[in-house]
């Protein structure tokens, strides 16, 4: 256990919706990070918030967007889904610069 | 840019054999982590070891093991005697300038009874 949860754990979307995924982040950990994992694929980086401040950003487009709250649990919002969204995820939290431990992921599926 | 490249997709061994799995990494920073992570079925990425890049030193953690060697930009992993809860995809990551992890292509591992 790690003590990073996700929410929902599993989602169905058509193309061209909107989604919010949430992140609640381990006790004491200011920086969270989101991870996008197709299939038979390692994670590829989204962007990561620390202190609610976006700290870093992977190759994705601006509808994907991302908060960070007060208490450190976090929001991945992606917008006008596309086929290729579909993919598993992750969610993971830090007391930067140490190491990031991992939720059990939100798989979408986007039809 | 960063990479790591886990040549292994899949490797199938019999209980109690050992298992070593490969990762090349590439960076320019001198200063760098790398990390393995586990991810069973149930889709979690599980922490194992992470090493610096000033620190060479090879250590067994139970029967867990690694060996780092920078002239060869390699960070291998060894599980000693496996069972049957190690099977997973097991993910090699590096982490430099910036905060963001890279990681391989990950290789799956089957353990059989």
């Known amino acids: 256990e790690t003590g990073v949860t996700q929410s929902p754990t599993h989602l169905i979307k058509t193309r061209g919706q909107q989604v919010t995924l949430r992140c609640s982040s381990q006790s004491g950990h200011n920086t969270v990070s989101w991870y996008q994992q197709a299939l038979g694929q390692g994670p590829q980086f989204i962007f990561q918030?620390?202190?609610?401040?976006?700290?870093g950003r992977g190759n994705f487009p601006p509808r994907f967007s991302g908060l960070q709250f007060p208490n450190y649990s976090s929001e991945l919002n992606v917008n006008a889904l596309e086929l290729d969204d579909s993919a598993l995820y992750l969610c993971a939290s830090s007391l930067e610069p140490n190491i990031q431990y991992f939720g059990a992921g939100t798989r979408l599926s986007v039809l | 840019a960063q990479k790591v490249t886990q040549a292994q997709t899949e490797i199938s061994v019999v209980e109690k054999e050992d298992v070593t799995l490969d990762c090349v990494y590439e960076?320019?920073?001198?200063?760098?982590?790398l990390f393995w992570y586990k991810q069973p079925p149930s889709g979690e990425l599980v922490f194992l070891i992470r090493?610096?890049?000033?620190?060479?030193q090879n250590e067994i953690s139970g029967r867990y093991s690694w060996n780092f060697q920078k002239s060869t930009s390699s960070f291998n992993f060894t599980i000693t005697a496996s069972q049957v809860v190690d099977s997973a995809v097991y993910f090699c990551?590096?982490?430099?300038?910036?905060?963001?992890?890279?990681f391989g292509g990950g290789t799956r591992v089957l353990v059989k009874p």
């Open positions: 090493r610096n890049s000033f620190d060479e």
């Open positions: 960076t320019r920073d001198t200063t760098y982590y």
């Open positions: 990551a590096l982490r430099a300038a910036g905060n963001k992890l890279t």
């Open positions: 918030y620390y202190r609610e401040e976006e700290n």
